[in-house]
T-cell receptor, first 111, second 117 residues
Framework: RKEVEQDPGPFNVPEGATVAFNCTYS??????FFWYRQDCRKEPKLLMS???SGNEDGRFTAQLNRASQYISLLIRDSKLSDSATYLCVVNYQAGGFKTIFGAGTRLFVKA | DAGVTQSPTHLIKTRGQQVTLRCSPKSGHDTVSWYQQALGQGPQFIFQYYEEEERQRGNFPDRFSGHQFPNYSSELNVNALLLGDSALYLCASSLVSSGRSSTDTQYFGPGTRLTVL
């Protein structure tokens, strides 16, 4: 089993749609969680951190469920510019911190 | 405020050769992590450097080694290159002021695309 697993995708949605991505992690010692966005042939860019209380940034909402070891990202009112790969990221303490990325979920938003 | 920079942008090597990739962290950051990203995959953690020492390592062979300099910049060295080493190599920096925090946000450089022929 992979340490961080994401929906396989790709997701093909029309503009204005709401889309949700899920991610599960296996290490219960995981301590911090993030969603990154990666455009084709570019570096990952931080989209948002994920907190137990849930957090929102404009059209984006992230949720963390520690009991179920589950992270989600909700995108409302999808834009063409949201088309990208979304990476779920988990950090856990092991000496320094160790970072595990999911394989990513590809999103295509169409006009 | 300078972000994370990496050099070179692209590199072509042949099997058996050695390569050195370089990274300068974001201004004010003291920790550098290296990742390998194969096509269609998420980045895989190689190792992390803090205070000029390797603090954490992923599942990569000893052919992969690194170094961090007093100015926090870092190098990734790969010896005896294999075809399978072809990938995008990403450097990420963060600030770990206490040396023990695991809640640090990482910022990535543009990467070095390595092709091994």
């Amino acid at each position: 089993r992979k340490e961080v697993e994401q929906d396989p995708g790709p997701f093909n949605v029309p503009e204005g749609a709401t889309v949700a991505f899920n991610c599960t992690y296996s290490n219960s010692a995981s301590q911090s969680f993030f969603w990154y966005r990666q455009d084709c042939r570019k570096e990952p860019k931080l989209l948002m951190s994920v907190y137990s209380s849930g957090n929102e940034d404009g059209r984006f909402t992230a949720q963390l469920n520690r009991a179920s070891q589950y992270i989600s990202l909700l995108i409302r009112d999808s834009k063409l510019s949201d088309s990208a790969t979304y990476l779920c990221v988990v950090n856990y303490q092991a000496g320094g911190f160790k970072t595990i990325f999911g394989a990513g979920t590809r999103l295509f938003v169409k006009a | 405020d300078a972000g994370v920079t990496q050099s070179p942008t692209h590199l072509i090597k042949t099997r058996g050769q050695q390569v050195t990739l370089r990274c300068s962290p974001k201004s004010g950051h003291d920790t550098v992590s290296w990742y390998q990203q194969a096509l269609g995959q998420g980045p895989q953690f190689i190792f992390q450097y803090y205070e000029e020492e390797e603090r954490q390592r992923g599942n990569f062979p000893d052919r992969f080694s690194g170094h961090q300099f007093p100015n926090y910049s870092s190098e990734l060295n790969v010896n005896a290159l294999l075809l399978g080493d072809s990938a995008l190599y990403l450097c990420a920096s963060s600030l770990v002021s206490s040396g023990r925090s695991s809640t640090d946000t990482q910022y990535f450089g543009p990467g070095t695309r390595l092709t091994v022929l």
